[in-house]
């Protein structure tokens, strides 16, 4: 069975003759869904099967309601991915003939069907009743339901395949390390707004408030901080953003975000310990697509967001994709905008089956107004209110403006070798000015707020090349699939920051500033970066028997760097290198259940000089070792996971009490994750837990040792089920909730700690289509965030503390055709 480029199951192109389709069928029985099978004698198009069947299957998408007719019928079933994408299913119940329960199954989705021998094909009407001419049935574009593809759609909140974690399309049962996939459903269903708001139910991964997401994506994932590319940020498989600062990613931009835990230096050079989230963008589509949303929600946020795809050409050879959005909102904070705009267009050119290349771009701007960091004492007691604005008006502000470009190319040789270059060109401008807010306790300046103004403006760029070459193979008895490759990135970090020359003081009572930024713009504390790192790595994934699977790689880097303070010209430049590794092996029970051991490592350059021996810093390393299980047990759209794990970074900067660092740092991470994604009977579900021991064993400064890593709590958990009415005679409507809790945190710089909080969400959406005709395609959904309104904050140090997001309320009225 030949696979295409991205490891999807492969596809039989329009014209052949039915019994040719009928042919590579057979050849690619291994990729079948399993069913049971009973012959029934061939039929014409629309003939009725007549022996009748009992069905019970709900109201869902339509690609899992056709896997359920298939089980219960006891068809082999063919479709092409691309004509029911996007599609639902009123569900069919009663003792029914096979005609009748698919006349129902696809009612109002313009789609046919044929049913020959033990085989039933869903297909386009055209393709259903078009003949060649000597009569043979011609089939449109078939596409067997097997391995899925990894970038691409999935309905529901199950992907059982991801290329994050060996660079190739591989089933998560077979990866020998933790990784979660948030898909487009679940970021729908939720309505998250930002990358963070997308993982809020994904176990090891904690934030700040929504108040800093709104601008930038810094998150915390196994203890680690993996703020940028050159931490553990990416998209499609690349190093995405120079710096923090440099703008969040937007969730209608994505087709899934993938969240690979633990050291993944071996395919993605310098990065922490914790893990990669990889981003992975919306692709152009063969199929017809065609969506728009209309939103309207708390501080009177209007939304308005599209997606188009579908081909461009009569043969398909064309095809593309445009996503966009425009935001213009308020915040919970005072005079406080939220607004966005981005357009996101793509174009594939796929000239034969072998052969595509992807363009991708986008542009987003934001603007918003920085969420200052506020003291402990402070958010502690409420003395301040957390829609309080405590900037000043016409100098306080977040523009930030991101472009990008890309190439994605793939080609697969005669002898089966797949050759893969990524590219992208990414490049940030970001004005942001603000009053910080955390010089000192309220208690401590007489009830005045005491500010210091910053001004800033950043840019930044980043060039990034991924190639690689896949080469699959039979020797010794066993499998192999070998990837090689060699990337290179290349960023830039060109930041000015100036500081006001006098404190500005706010009497919260009255919103009244006493005194101006007063901003000192003759000193410069910014600093000009510009980083290169290029890597060398093979990887082999071995399975022997018919059980075993074993990974193995090495890896190289070459990282340098230079960095050139404004205030004092000093110019400091670093030069390193490093080889990092991984190994793991997975045993594949006939039951489902996958148990694994891995070991992997990581490291990341540092910039600076330690103060003990004046030498440039060395990178730090990070080594861990995880051993875990899944479950997915036969025939349930259901994955278990659970693992555990240990990682210890070491060479980590810390600094003492006069601020000198020194590289005698070490941070270990312990912990135990678990995850549950897919469904349960008739109830979509994801559920989590976390517990994270991440101390600080060693540091220049004493009162550091033993601490809990700040922001990190040691318990999260958090649940979330949809679940559909019709049973209750509600058509096409559907309800959600979900709960997250986020444990006790401390804070290394004091011995104050910030209370557990518990969130709770809900959503509620009814199909307007199956009350009214002339509706079809038009959904209505609500979703409610923190529906209790609890108050609660989150803080990194004693000066670093944010209010948490309010109760907000958002109504969102979509239409498909």
């Known amino acids: 069975m030949r696979r295409t480029a991205d490891g999807s199951a492969g596809v039989v192109r329009a014209g052949r003759r039915a019994r040719s389709a009928l042919l590579v069928s057979l050849m690619m029985s291994s990729a079948l869904i399993a069913v049971p099978l009973t012959v029934t004698p061939a039929r014409a198009q629309g003939a009725a099967v007549a022996a009748r069947t009992n069905f019970d299957i709900p109201a869902q998408p339509l690609s899992r309601a056709l896997i359920a007719f298939s089980h219960a019928a006891g068809l082999q079933l063919f479709f092409d991915a691309g004509l029911v994408r996007g599609k639902n299913s009123p569900g ?54 097997g391995q899925q593809n990894p970038f691409g759609p999935v309905d529901g909140y199950l992907a059982t395949t991801t290329s994050s974690a060996t660079g190739v399309a591989t089933p998560i049962l077979e990866t020998p390390q933790s990784i979660s996939v ?3 459903d679940q970021i729908k269903d939720q309505n998250a707004t930002s990358l963070t708001d997308t993982l809020l139910y994904t176990p090891g991964v904690v934030a700040q408030s929504g108040a800093f997401s709104r601008m930038v994506d ?247 090349s991924a190639n690689s070459l896949e080469f699959t193979f039979d020797a010794l008895g066993a499998g192999h699939t070998v990837l090689a490759g060699f990337d290179y990135y290349l960023r830039s970090y060109d930041t000015h920051r100036y500081r006001a020359s006098s404190y500005s003081l706010l009497d919260l009572d009255t919103g009244v500033s006493i005194g101006g930024p007063n901003v000192n713009y003759a000193i410069d504390r910014g ?88 030498d440039a810093l060395e990178p730090s390393k990070g080594l861990q070792y995880e051993a875990g299980v899944r479950y997915q047990p036969a025939g349930q759209n259901l994955l278990l996971s659970a693992a555990v794990y240990d990682i210890k970074q070491t060479n980590v900067v810390t600094y003492d009490a006069l601020g000198y660092s020194y590289q005698q740092g070490e941070v270990h991470s312990r912990g135990f994750e678990f995850e549950a994604r897919g469904e349960v009977g ?41 679940y559909a009415l019709d049973d209750l005679g509600l058509r096409g409507v559907k309800i959600g909730a979900g709960v997250r809790y986020i444990g006790t945190t401390y804070l290394t710089d004091s011995d104050f700690d910030v209370p557990a909080y518990t969130l709770v969400d809900a959503m509620a959406s009814v199909d307007l289509g199956a009350y009214n005709p002339k509706l079809a395609g038009t959904t209505l959904k609500v979703n409610a965030n923190n529906l209790f309104d609890k108050q609660y904050y989150t803080c990194v140090s004693t000066d670093g503390c944010r209010y948490g997001e309010p109760a907000t309320v958002i109504a969102t009225l979509t239409y498909k055709w």
Do not use: C
């Open 92 to 145: 069919v119940r009663g003792s029914l003939t096979h005609a009748e329960a698919l006349n129902q199954l696809l009612a109002g989705s313009g789609l046919a069907y044929r049913i020959s021998g033990n085989t039933l094909t869903i297909t386009a009407p055209a393709a259903a009743t078009g003949s060649s001419p000597d009569g043979a049935i011609e089939l449109g574009t078939i596409q067997v339901e």
């Open 182 to 184: 948030v898909t487009a």
């Open 218 to 464: 810094d998150l915390m994932l196994r203890g680690f901080n993996i703020a940028d590319g050159a931490s553990g940020m990416l998209r499609d498989g690349m190093q995405f953003q120079s710096n923090v600062y440099g703008g969040g990613q937007e969730p209608y931009g994505l087709e899934r975000v993938e969240v690979l835990r633990g050291p993944a230096s071996i395919l993605y050079g310098q990065m922490t310990p914790g893990g990669v989230v990889n981003a992975i963008s919306k692709r152009p589509t063969e199929e017809t697509l065609r969506e728009v949303n209309l939103e309207y929600g708390t501080y009177d946020t209007t939304q308005v967001s599209a997606d188009f795809g579908g081909k461009l050409n009569e043969d398909g050879t064309l095809t593309y994709r445009l996503t966009g959005l425009y935001r213009d909102g308020e915040n919970w904070v005072e005079d406080t905008p939220d607004d966005k705009v981005y357009i996101a267009p793509a174009l594939t050119w796929k000239p034969d089956e072998d052969t595509s290349l992807t363009l991708l771009a986008s542009y987003q701007h934001v603007n918003t107004r920085f969420a200052t960091p506020l003291q402990y004492d402070d958010v502690s007691t409420g003395n301040i209110p957390r829609n309080a604005f405590l900037g000043i008006e016409g100098f306080d502000t977040y523009q930030g403006d991101v472009y990008t470009t890309a190439a994605l190319f793939e080609h697969r040789f005669d002898n089966g070798i797949v050759f893969r270059s990524n590219n992208r060109y990414y490049a940030a401008d970001v004005n942001w000015d603000y009053m910080i807010g955390n010089l000192a306790p309220l208690a401590a300046t007489g009830g005045l707020l005491a500010r210091l103004a910053q001004a800033r403006d950043d840019s930044s760029y980043g060039v990034t």
């Open 527 to 614: 600093s000009d970066t510009l980083a290169s790192q290029y890597g060398v790595f093979i990887q082999d994934q071995i399975k022997f028997g018919d059980h075993w699977v074993l990974l193995v790689g090495g890896r190289n880097d070459w990282a340098d760097s230079s960095t050139t303070s404004y205030q004092t010209g000093v110019e400091t430049t670093q030069d390193d290198s490093a080889f990092t590794g991984r190994a793991g092996l997975v045993y594949l029970f006939d039951s489902g259940l996958a148990p694994y051991v891995s070991v992997s490592q990581s490291f990341q350059p540092q910039a600076g000089l330690n103060y003990a021996t004046g």
């Open 682 to 722: 008739r109830l979509e579900l994801i559920a989590a837990y976390s517990y994270t021991d991440a101390t600080v064993t060693e540091s220049a400064d004493p009162t550091e040792i033993g601490q809990q890593v700040a922001l990190v709590p040691r318990n999260a958990a958090s649940f979330w089920a949809n």
